[in-house]
T-cell receptor, first 116, second 106 residues
């Protein structure tokens, strides 16, 4: 299972930080761990992924202001997105896939609003 | 980057109808194509992976086909509980792009 946690509200120009807690599996298993977001009334956007070794891949749309990290001791991974604007208001999901596999497990999502 | 285009963007059909959604990749992706179902207020759920393999627990009225650039998701007999938005996604290489979604109404 995956469970997202975050602040709910972030101020414009600030940094959005989210954590995804992994249960029932080890963050060090042979999975990739991803973040996906969905702005209100819109489609799904893949943000990036991380492997337990720290290898990351980012969407070109986010690469200049996103950082993913893994916390093996707490079996979780995290997202930092800086310089946020109202356009970053969305539901943020964490998800996972086996190598060359599809996203087979999703968190329930966490709502993030960017507003002053 | 490879773009994923779904059609139609929405459709309305009757219970029992056969429904087909199309997803087109701007370049070939083999069979690295997944379909997800998303109901309002819920996280997406994996329906099909490898373009045509049904995820465990998914009703057999759902099926997928295609390879390369053209893919389909078919619901053989539409049920009321199939009201949802359906997304395709490529997962061959990054970025793992989604289609824009198809909203299905009954």
């Amino acid at each position: 299972q995956l469970q997202e946690s975050g602040p709910g509200l972030v101020k414009p120009s600030g940094t959005l930080s989210l954590t995804c807690a992994v249960s029932g599996d080890s963050i060090s298993s042979h999975n990739w761990w991803s973040w996906v977001r969905q702005p209100p009334g819109k489609g799904l956007e893949w943000i990036g992924e991380i492997y337990h070794s720290g290898i990351t891949n980012y969407s070109p749309f986010f690469t200049s202001r996103v950082r993913l990290s893994v916390d093996r001791s707490n079996n979780q991974f995290s997202l930092d997105l800086n310089s946020v604007t109202a356009a970053d208001t969305a539901v943020y999901y964490c998800t996972t896939n086996r190598p060359f596999g599809a996203f087979h497990i999703w968190g329930q999502g966490t709502v993030i609003t960017v507003s002053s | 980057d490879i773009q994923m285009t779904q059609s139609p963007s929405s459709l309305s059909a009757s219970v029992g109808d056969r429904v087909t959604i199309t997803c087109r990749a701007s370049q070939g992706i083999g069979t690295y194509l997944a379909w997800f179902q998303q109901k309002p207020g819920k996280a997406p759920q994996l329906l099909i992976y490898g373009a045509s393999t049904l995820q465990s627990g998914v009703p057999t009225r759902f099926s997928g086909g295609g390879s390369g650039t053209d893919f389909t998701l078919t619901i053989s007999s539409l049920q009321p509980e199939d009201v949802a938005t359906y997304f395709c996604q490529k997962y061959d290489i990054v970025p793992k792009t989604f289609g824009q979604g198809t909203k299905v109404e009954v």
